[in-house]
């Protein structure tokens, strides 16, 4: 009986095994008020910082197979501020980013590659990797590549006493736009000038899952 035995329970657990590895994605919300996206522009007489900490969205996390994220992360472009009111409506007019017509500046998630393999570590920080997606800007959609550094922390107290529920994802990621791919184009006299050609993109995305 025992011989009988001890391969039926070799068997159950070899079967097993493919049911936790194939945990369904569990939806993190962005948190706007942890996440920041900010541009700068560098240009020969003048350098321009905007922010925006309002970013929403949705990522689907395996924390199993981090690498199958989904997500599309969306930032109004009513939302960014430059320190100067005049340049923010100019940003905002339909010469620039026309918020009018195109409301938000949006990134869709199409694949993600980790350093490493496995499962998103609790506590562990500044994973490494690469994430490809679909930048839209004034209405003209791109696939864009950037270099992203990946920390998770799994539900505790200390996030409770954070009023942060659920899992936490942080992702960082930094990336170039050259802004006459996307129809934005700055007047003669101020192009290359007080604006730059290509204007570097920086987040940092908090997203809990809320359980």
Same mark, same amino acid.
């Given at each position: 009986?025992?011989?009988?035995?001890?391969?039926?329970?070799?068997?159950?657990?070899?079967?097993?095994?493919?049911?936790?590895?194939?945990?369904?994605?569990?939806?993190?919300?962005?948190?706007?008020?942890?996440?920041?996206?900010?541009?700068?522009?560098?240009?020969?007489?003048?350098?321009?910082?905007?922010?925006?900490?309002?970013?929403?969205?949705?990522?689907?996390?395996?924390?199993? $197979?981090?690498?199958?994220? *989904?997500?599309?992360?969306?930032?109004?472009?009513?939302? +960014?501020? *430059?320190?100067?009111?005049?340049?923010?409506?100019?940003?905002?007019?339909?010469?620039?980013?026309?918020?009018?017509?195109?409301?938000?500046?949006?990134?869709?998630?199409?694949?993600?590659? +980790?350093? =490493?393999? =496995?499962?998103?570590?609790?506590?562990?920080?500044?994973?490494?990797? *690469?994430?490809?997606?679909?930048?839209?800007?004034?209405?003209?959609?791109? *696939?864009?590549?950037?270099?992203?550094?990946?920390? /998770?922390? $799994?539900?505790?107290?200390?996030?409770?006493?954070? /009023?942060?529920?659920?899992?936490?994802?942080?992702?960082?990621?930094?990336?170039?736009?050259? +802004?006459?791919? /996307? =129809?934005?184009?700055?007047?003669?006299?101020?192009?290359?000038?007080?604006?730059?050609?290509?204007? $570097?993109?920086?987040?940092?995305?908090?997203?809990?899952?809320?359980?």
């Amino acid at each position: 009986m025992r011989r009988l035995f001890a391969p039926l329970c070799v068997f159950v657990a070899l079967v097993a095994l493919p049911t936790v590895a194939a945990a369904a994605p569990v939806p993190f919300d962005v948190m706007a008020n942890t996440s920041l996206v900010k541009f700068e522009s560098e240009a020969p007489v003048e350098n321009i910082t905007g922010i925006s900490t309002e970013a929403s969205g949705k990522l689907l996390v395996d924390r199993a $197979a981090p690498t199958a994220t *989904t997500g599309t992360i969306s930032i109004p472009v009513a939302s +960014l501020r *430059t320190g100067n009111t005049t340049r923010d409506g100019h940003l905002q007019s339909a010469d620039w980013l026309d918020a009018g017509k195109h409301p938000n500046i949006t990134f869709a998630i199409t694949s993600v590659r +980790l350093d =490493g393999e =496995g499962a998103l570590v609790n506590g562990a920080s500044g994973r490494k990797g *690469t994430v490809t997606g679909t930048l839209t800007i004034k209405g003209t959609a791109k *696939t864009v590549s950037a270099p992203i550094e990946v920390s /998770y922390l $799994a539900a505790s107290e200390k996030l409770k006493k954070a /009023y942060i529920k659920g899992d936490v994802v942080r992702v960082k990621a930094r990336f170039d736009v050259t +802004l006459a791919d /996307y =129809g934005v184009k700055a007047p003669d006299h101020i192009a290359g000038v007080k604006v730059a050609d290509t204007v $570097a993109i920086s987040v940092a995305i908090t997203a809990a899952s809320g359980e």
